[in-house]
């Protein structure tokens, strides 16, 4: 008898990107930690942070209650404060005035408001697709914008997840916490799709901070 395979297993394999050559959305980040990007590039990533985790830790406030939402709710991953004080030391105190977001920004925000805020398994999703991925790749690119820019830990704080002594265990246990959601076929499927929501969201953020990157550099 075969063995049924886990849900986040599921998730995992079906959402992985896969590309043998690198996209628009793929070479904003690989110039960035390649040391082909400016530091106004990584202020405008920065920027655009802002208002997606902000949206998402809004999200996170209206689902607080949902048993199955809280589960996976930690302030160990809260990244909002950090990104204001990122922002007030790459910018200024007036930082907020000088910031707005993009078009795909926008966009990305509205779908964690029109979806994330009312249904648990998209909620997940997105808080998935973006924690998840931040915890696996937070120390590298950390390390590389401190060696490319100068920075310590100021203008870095959002790499930086001080409540998360060990990332892997922390990573497994969010896996372990998806598998007990007990969500039927059809609940999986949609958190499944929703998360290739947010990927594409991702995408088009990054291709439109490519576009401004060259922008900034003419």
């Known amino acids: 008898m075969a063995t049924a395979i886990l849900f986040s297993e ?12 690198p996209s628009a959305s793929e070479r904003f980040m690989t110039d960035l930690l390649s040391g082909r990007s400016s530091r106004d590039d990584y202020i405008a990533l920065v920027a655009q942070n802002y208002f997606v985790y902000g949206a998402l830790e809004r999200a996170a406030e209206q689902r607080a209650a949902d048993p199955v939402a809280a589960a996976f709710i930690s302030p ?10 990122d922002l007030r030391f790459l ?3 007036d930082w907020q ?25 998209a909620f997940v999703a997105h808080h998935y ?24 830990t100021n203008g870095v704080g959002f790499y930086l997840f001080a409540g998360i002594a060990k990332p892997k265990e922390f990573k497994s246990t969010y896996r372990a916490q998806l598998d007990a959601a007990g969500w039927n076929d059809e609940e999986r499927e949609s958190v499944i799709a929703e998360v290739g929501v947010a990927h594409r969201l991702t995408e088009e953020l990054f291709e439109d901070l490519g576009a401004g990157r060259h922008r900034r550099a003419a």
């Open 10 to 21: 599921a998730l995992r394999e079906r959402t992985a990107i896969r590309s043998t050559a």
């Open 76 to 85: 160990a991953l809260t990244r909002l404060p950090a990104i204001r004080e």
């Open 91 to 93: 910018i200024g105190d």
């Open 97 to 121: 005035d000088a910031i707005s977001p993009l078009a795909t920004t926008a966009r990305y925000v509205d779908r964690i408001d029109s979806h994330a805020a009312t249904s648990t398994g």
């Open 129 to 152: 697709t973006r924690y998840l991925g931040d915890l696996s790749g937070c120390a590298i690119i950390r390390t590389i914008m401190q060696r490319q820019f100068g920075f310590e």
